[in-house]
């Protein structure tokens, strides 16, 4: 008959020396690679942060509860704001208005 080979007949043979493993450098500080990139004429990959101008908050006590969202594109929101700036009034307030001449000009 077949017989059947023991798998752990070799554990006892030699057992693995463990060592402890050998520390990995620590990397250079990020002031020191700019210094050293500059240095040497490596330009930066990363584009230039664009920073877009910021609105004034508007704050109106109005009684208007409801959120409204509407996907637009960048130029009918300005344009949106801008027409809100120039007549000192609320988003809704703008909106209401819109909605009213539409109505008027469709009847």
Same mark, same amino acid.
Not at 34 to 38: D, G, H, L
């Given at each position: 008959?077949?017989?059947r080979?023991?798998?752990f007949?070799?554990?006892?043979?030699?057992?693995?020396?463990?060592?402890v493993?050998?520390? $990995?450098?620590?990397p250079?500080?990020? #002031?020191?690679i700019?210094? !050293? *990139?500059?240095e040497?004429?490596? %330009?930066?990959?990363?584009?230039?942060?664009?920073?877009e101008?910021?609105?004034?908050?508007r704050v109106?006590?109005?009684?208007?509860?409801?959120?409204?969202?509407? $996907?637009?594109?960048?130029?009918?929101? #300005?344009?949106?704001?801008? !027409? *809100?700036?120039?007549?000192?009034? %609320?988003?809704?307030?703008?909106?209401?208005?819109?909605?009213?001449?539409?109505?008027?000009?469709?009847?």
């Open positions: 008959m077949n017989t080979v023991n798998a007949a070799d554990l006892n043979a030699a057992l693995p020396a463990f060592t493993k050998p520390k $990995k450098d620590k250079l500080a990020e #002031e020191t700019t210094r !050293m *990139a500059e040497n004429n490596f %330009p930066s990959r990363q584009a230039p942060k664009a920073k101008p910021k609105r004034k908050r109106y006590t109005t009684g208007r509860n409801r959120q409204f969202n509407v $996907k637009a594109t960048n130029e009918t929101v #300005e344009r949106f704001y801008k !027409m *809100a700036d120039e007549q000192k009034i %609320p988003l809704g307030a703008l909106l209401e208005r819109a909605l009213d001449a539409l109505e008027r000009a469709g009847a």
